[in-house]
Structures are given as C-alpha cells and as structure tokens.
C-alpha cells in the first residue's frame, strides 16, 4: 500500500509526479529545486543559496510525511555544473550534522527551470 504525500508548504510538482510517496515505512521523496514558495521564483541564482531552498523544501516534504531530515537514509544530488559541488557541499554538511546518510552527487545536463541544484531523498517514515 502507498499514500502520497503533498504540502503547501513546499513548491508543488511541476509535473505529473508527486512530491513524495510513502511505502513499506519509507517515504521517497521526488527532487526539490530552490523554489521559495512565497514568491513562485528561484531564491538566488548563488547555488549556496539555492542548495539551502532546497534542502528547506525537502525538510518540509519529509516534515508532512511524517519524517525529517535526520531520518534521511540516501540522497542523489544533481548539479548542473560539478564546479559548483564545494559550495554546495558546505551548505549540505550542515543540514546533515549529526545524520548523514548516502549520497551520490552527479553533474546534469540541465535541471528543471535552469536550476543550479536539485535533491532527491529516501527517508525513514516516524512511526
């Protein structure tokens, strides 16, 4: 059985796809680029910045899954230049402090709406 998983608090799906599913006491979460959800836009074209929105859009998915950041088992990070991988890495480190789960990092071709960053993420569901 599954149930999907939508927020206001985070940007909606800009496609057909949900922003996250639950299944088996997991919930797996679509990608999230840095779409500040009070303006419709890209917070900054700094991918600093944009990896913050990011990680801000993926903890609120996690939050109406009934998980959280802390519970993220594997994440893959999609760059659109792997130049940009410091900086984000910096912004990264300190969402994940105590908790740090898999990753792999990959350079794309392009991302959704020119996007600098996008992350996607399987976490453990509370409960």
């Known amino acids: 059985m599954k149930k ?4 206001e608090n985070a940007p909606g799906a800009i496609g ?3 922003q996250a599913v639950i299944a088996n006491g997991m919930v797996y979460c679509s ?3 840095p779409i500040d959800i009070s303006t ?3 917070v900054s074209e700094d991918v ?3 990896t913050e929105q990011v990680l801000k859009n993926l903890g609120a998915v996690l ?4 998980s959280g950041l802390e519970q993220v088992v594997k994440t893959t990070v999609f760059l659109s230049d792997m130049a940009d991988f410091a900086e984000m890495n910096e ?3 300190k969402f994940f402090d105590g908790s740090k789960p898999a990753r792999a990092t990959v350079q794309a071709a392009g991302l959704p709406k020119g996007a600098k960053v996008e992350i996607e993420c399987v976490a453990i569901v509370s409960g």
């Open 40 to 42: 419709g836009e890209f």
């Open 4 to 7: 999907i998983v939508a927020t």
């Open 31 to 33: 990608g999230q680029i």
């Open 48 to 50: 600093s910045e944009q």
């Open 91 to 93: 912004i990264y480190a």
């Open 63 to 66: 939050e109406a899954s009934g």
């Open 16 to 18: 057909p796809y949900s």
